[in-house]
Structures are given as structure tokens and as C-alpha cells.
């Protein structure tokens, strides 16, 4: 049996969840919000990135950031065209904080995995603190 959406009828998507239909406020946000990117808008929506692309395509609604723009991230810089951060829609600063940031993270994840595999060869030695 087919899940059932808030008015009773079963619902249309293969996924099987409740399909709801969108709000005059939730396409307002979507025009507002646009240069947030999909992500952002379908956390804020409380839908999928895939519901938030199919709708801003139905309503007109380009979620692209074109070059010239304010970057939606920090708001003061412009979105230069030509560059690997346009691509992404935010402006150099922010990519390369972005970029920053990943590679702090990988190193952390490093660090983790080199503490695990320390731990896991001391424990096969049997020399750990507790047998």
C-alpha cells in the first residue's frame, strides 16, 4: 500500500513519500533566494535539491549566479567571469576560503585515519593498556 499525502490520495512519487505541493511563499523564497544555489534553498524549504532544480525550471527561475553579480556567500565582492570560483558561482575570495577549508578538513580526516591505524596495529600486538 501506497503512502497517503496530506489530502488523502495516494502519492504519485516512485520514492513513495508524500508529494507536497509548493506554496505561493515557498516560489517567492525560491525567486528571493535564488542566488543561494539549490542546497541552500532546499535546506531552508525543507525539500530535496531535485524538487527545488524542477521547480525553479518550471517557474522560470534561473538558480545560476552569472559573472558581474555580488557573490551570494560574502555579499561584497563580484562574481568574476572567466575564473574556476564563476563556475561555482562565488567570487575568488570566497573559493579560496572554500578550497582552504577543504584541505583543512582533509588533513584532519589524515590525522584521524593515522590515529585509528596506530591504534588498531597496538591492539594486534596485544599491547593494549587493557589486557
Known amino acids: 500500500m501506497r503512502p497517503r499525502n496530506r489530502w488523502g490520495k495516494e502519492s504519485p512519487s516512485a520514492g513513495g513519500r508524500a508529494y507536497l505541493p509548493w506554496t505561493t511563499r515557498e516560489l517567492a523564497y525560491l ?35 552569472r559573472p558581474g553579480e555580488l557573490c551570494p556567500r560574502c555579499g561584497l565582492n563580484r562574481v568574476r567571469e572567466g575564473t574556476v570560483a564563476a563556475r561555482h558561482g562565488v567570487c575568488v575570495a ?4 572554500h578550497l ?31 589486557a
Open 31 to 65: 525567486r528571493r533566494h535564488r542566488a543561494d544555489g539549490a542546497d541552500a534553498i532546499a535546506s531552508a524549504l525543507g525539500r530535496s535539491q531535485k524538487s527545488v532544480r524542477r521547480m525553479a525550471e518550471r517557474a522560470g527561475v534561473s538558480l545560476r549566479v
Open 94 to 97: 570566497c573559493w579560496t576560503r
Open 100 to 130: 582552504a577549508e577543504l584541505r583543512e578538513e582533509r588533513r584532519d580526516e589524515d590525522r584521524a585515519e593515522t590515529a585509528y591505524e596506530h591504534a588498531k596495529k597496538g591492539a594486534q600486538r596485544g599491547g593494549g593498556r587493557d
